[in-house]
């Protein structure tokens, strides 16, 4: 054992060196990002933003030897990261390596916002980004229930056929005869059509009850003709809460000007870092526009 590793294992012997441990490690990766924690600092979670602007949270949970034993992390992904740690390890470059496992999960992610925008997808209500299961209306009461390779999305997904024999049969043989036409250069719903010879339904364009094209801070549909706002003017909305059982719209420019108002707004370079005014979920917004925001 090293100097390094003696000199931890000794101030660990002494709880007030835990905390003080945590805080210098938490103020590393940046106060702006906590999102909760418990009174013994033992549980962590962190706003995490990828490279698309997805919004994760990491909860990490800390044994009370640490950092002798390895964190354990959890997040809504569809499978987690080995851990590679030693005890001259710290909390950011846990952070670090969850930004890797997100890096790796963008096509998987990517896929999946194609299918659901581009085909009729059930209970998406109940959708998270863990979920590497979609059910798919193709039509005549009859649904294709698809599973996802995380670590290979553009591979040929498993299928099941929801539906009467009748109507299931004739889809399945298709899927069986066809399957091996199956072409990783094109999208899921490409082949998903190509191999079933036909063309599958999509999602309608008929605005659903929950769903919200106005604005929920402003409750306008689209924003004024004004030259101040740039390349926003006359702007529908452009920004929805992630949180599924949510999902209200909002113009950026609006959502931006109502988290500045708010205290608990944080700010890391050009990113706002908040809670969505309706359901509290965590938010992140880019300010893109700087003119407006300065």
């Excluded at 099941?160 to 094109?186: A, C, E, I, T």
């Excluded at 949510?246 to 931006?256: P, Y």
Aim: charged share 30%.
């Amino acid at each position: 054992m090293d100097f390094i590793e003696q000199k931890r294992h000794k101030e660990l012997a002494n709880p007030s060196s835990f905390y003080r441990l945590v805080y210098s490690e938490i103020e590393e990766i940046g106060w702006e990002r906590l999102v909760r924690f418990g009174g013994d600092l033992e549980f962590l979670s962190f706003r995490i933003t990828d490279k698309k602007g997805r919004v994760h949270i990491m909860e990490i949970q800390l044994d009370k030897t640490y950092p002798q034993k390895p964190p354990s992390v959890s997040a809504e992904v569809p499978y987690i990261f080995n851990v590679k740690w030693s005890v001259k390890s710290r909390l950011k470059d846990l952070v670090q390596q969850f930004r890797e496992h997100l890096e790796k999960l963008q096509e998987f992610w990517s896929t999946l916002e194609d299918i659901d925008n581009s085909l009729c997808v059930t209970n998406k209500k109940k959708l998270s980004r863990a979920t590497t299961c979609r059910q798919i209306d193709i039509g005549n009461d009859c649904s294709i229930m698809l599973s996802i390779n995380a670590r290979d999305p553009r591979y040929l997904p498993e299928c099941r056929f929801v539906g009467s024999g009748p109507v299931v049969n004739p889809v399945r043989k298709l899927w069986l005869r066809n399957n091996k036409r199956w072409m990783k250069d094109k999208t899921l719903p490409e082949n998903l059509a190509f191999i079933l010879e036909t063309e599958l339904p999509r999602p309608s364009h008929v605005l659903e009850n929950d769903q919200q094209v106005e604005c929920g801070i402003c409750y306008a549909q689209y924003l004024p003709i004004d030259e101040e706002l740039g390349s926003r003017s006359g702007a529908g909305t452009d920004h929805t809460c992630d949180n599924t059982s949510c999902g209200r719209a909002f113009h950026t420019v609006c959502l931006v000007d109502w988290l500045r108002s708010i205290t608990t707004t944080r700010q890391s370079f050009d990113v706002l870092f908040g809670n969505c005014p309706y359901c509290s979920e965590p938010v992140a917004v880019k300010l893109n526009d700087k003119k407006k925001h300065v």
